[in-house]
């Protein structure tokens, strides 16, 4: 068996690898693999780690159908055409669980760099704007015993909620369409309609997955929709808010303020108007990065493609139906 990997990756999931003596080739170069190039190279290649957004749409599929195994060092897998894949008989598998804590992290650590202007006011003091002491100017606001809502309460809206509840004693509600029973449970969150999540939130943090569904969902009417005090907190995927949108919104103060780990396009242009804005905290897309969450995502990759290699089902799969006969 023998897995390229799109980028360096943490020697933790190698080691795996190695030791279950599967030859691997990590992709150097720091710069995006153009999909000619990645289809070319997995020609010779049995899987595949994808680390980033390689787009692994349908013609690559169609290309590279001898793969044993894709295994997308991620939890979301919006790049992919799983469709297509499960067609082909081509196994995805994903990270999922290892990274929620982190990610939540970052959505929380958004919400206060927002409701306190933290990095705006960063930028002053780099800016040699630190200056006389105006007790009414740049107020913040407190976010204790406010409303919470979730769109999309999986693993890491419920960590989000969790970290909400213990620290702020926030109200939690959430729009699924499944009901979150442990949530219900251990944190007294209540599901509720779209249009009651939009008007009852005070804090409304996206942790759904970007699916044709949820493509430029949080639009100028939904924002419309929302508290003129409410922070809008994405850290799942930039396409779920339509940011003309939600630069207008903000202009026009229909929401109080957004914190962004995601954007669309990723990278951001540094000129974006977000970035000027006091009520804004924006974030290159680091929910996952820690050493804890990198070694652990690592780890799940090299145990998806230790599976294919002995032709079992990945632990940690995405379309399970290609093991139907
Ligand atoms: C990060 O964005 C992930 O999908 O794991």
Known sequence: MKVFITRQIPQKGL??????????????????????ELINICKNY?????????????????????????????VGFDNINVAEATMLKIPIGN?????????????????????????????????G?????????????????KTLGIFGLGKIGFEMAKRCAGAFNMKII??????????EK?????????????????????????????????????????????IFINTARGAIHNEPDLIRALNEKLIWGAGLDVTHPEPMH??????????????????TTTEETRDAMSKLAAENIIAASKNEQL???????????
């Open 15 to 36: 080691d795996l690898l190695r030791s279950a003596g599967i030859s691997f080739t990590e992709w150097a170069e720091r710069r995006e693999l153009e999909q000619n």
């Open 46 to 74: 049995d899987a595949l780690i994808s680390v980033g957004q390689n787009k692994i749409n349908k013609r690559f599929l169609q290309e590279c159908r001898h793969l044993k195994a894709i295994a997308q060092m991620a």
């Open 95 to 127: 990270t999922p669980g290892v990274l929620s804590k982190a990610t939540a992290d970052i959505a929380f650590l958004l919400m206060l760099a927002v409701s306190r202007k933290a990095f705006y006011m960063h930028k002053k003091i780099i800016n």
């Open 129 to 145: 704007e630190w200056g006389f002491y105006e007790p009414t100017a740049d107020l913040g606001m407190e976010m204790e015993e």
């Open 174 to 183: 959430y729009h699924n369409r499944k009901m979150n029973d442990e949530a």
């Open 186 to 230: 251990k944190l007294n969150a209540k599901r509720v309609s779209l249009d009651e999540l939009l008007a009852q939130s005070d804090v409304l943090s996206v942790h759904t997955a970007l699916t044709e569904e949820t493509r430029g969902f949080f639009d100028y009417g939904r924002f419309a929709g929302m508290k003129h005090s409410a």
């Open 270 to 287: 540094a000129d974006n108007p977000l970035l000027q804005m006091p009520n804004v905290a924006v974030l290159p897309h680091i929910g």
């Open 315 to 325: 632990p940690h799969i995405v379309n399970p139906e290609v093991y139907a006969s």
